[in-house]
Structure formats: structure tokens, C-alpha cells
């Protein structure tokens, strides 16, 4: 069978005509609830939830204009300061930066920033482990001789969010 042959085949049996060869003759109907499932899974993510939001952080000020903003965005508490689901950095290039992370699902989450300003790809930390850079989290939220909890930090999303973060020194 030639690539022609192939091709018509291919499009006889999408369009549910009849094929030329018989061998090779199905109904799209048979075919039907199989591509409802994959187009209903192509839509979902793996959690089963509607990818639909974004989010976007201002940070700032910003001082010195020099160095990288590093965002961690978490969407489980048990993996809050550990694992996060997506990081973001970008160049420090004015006092008020934007972060965009786009396609998420709808959810609960949390994250941490920091400006690393020498951009030696770490938070930089005195003696007691007092961080010397500037950070901070969702909600401005703050711990207690640490990060706070994700309870603290967290937000829920369900379309586009904006929202505002001012860095501790």
C-alpha cells in the first residue's frame, strides 16, 4: 500500500466513509468514546484539576538594582521550603520587578523570594543563620526564628491573581 493509499485511509476512517479496503473498514463511532476520554485528559492536569490560573507577583523595592530575583512557588505544605512545584528567577534590572507564572492549576500555594544580590544562586546568611539578603513570602507572612508556615503563606487560586510582596532586610 502506498503513502496516497495510507493518507486515504486515514482520512476515510476520520471522516466514517466507507474504505476502499475492506481490511481496514471501521466505524468512527467505535472510535468515539475512546477520543472523549483522551480529549477530556489532554484538558485536565495529572491532578485531575482545569489548568486555568496565573499568577503574578510585584516585588520591591528593590536595593541594589543588581543581582536576581529567586521565586519558589510550593502547593503542598509537606513540601514548603523543600520541593516546589515551579521556580522563577529574573534578572534585577529596575527597583519593582513582575514575576508571571502562567498555566497553573487551581489550588492552594505558597511562595518564598529572595533577592540574591551578589548571585551566587543561594540566600546569603550571617553567623545565627539571620538571612543578609533581602526575602520574603506569600502575604508578607513571617516566622518566627525561621520561615513561616505554609499556613501562613498561603493563598488560593482559581483564576488570575495579582498580588504584592514587600522584601525584609
Known sequence: ???MQVSYEIAATLFNRKSTNAA??????????SIIICMLC???SAAGQLVCCSLEIHAGPLEPVKGTLRVALFN???RFMKE?????QVKVEGRIHKILFEELPEGEYAFS???????NGRLDTGWLGIPTEPW???????GRFGPPAFEAARFFLSSKLSMAVQLNR
Open 1 to 3: 500500500m502506498g503513502y
Open 24 to 33: 481496514n473498514s471501521f466505524n468512527m463511532d467505535a472510535l468515539l468514546p
Open 42 to 44: 489532554y484538558f485536565t
Open 76 to 78: 503542598r505544605a509537606d
Open 84 to 88: 516546589p512545584f515551579s521556580v522563577q
Open 113 to 119: 523570594i529572595f533577592h540574591d544580590v551578589n548571585d
Open 136 to 142: 520574603g513570602f506569600s502575604n508578607n507572612a513571617r
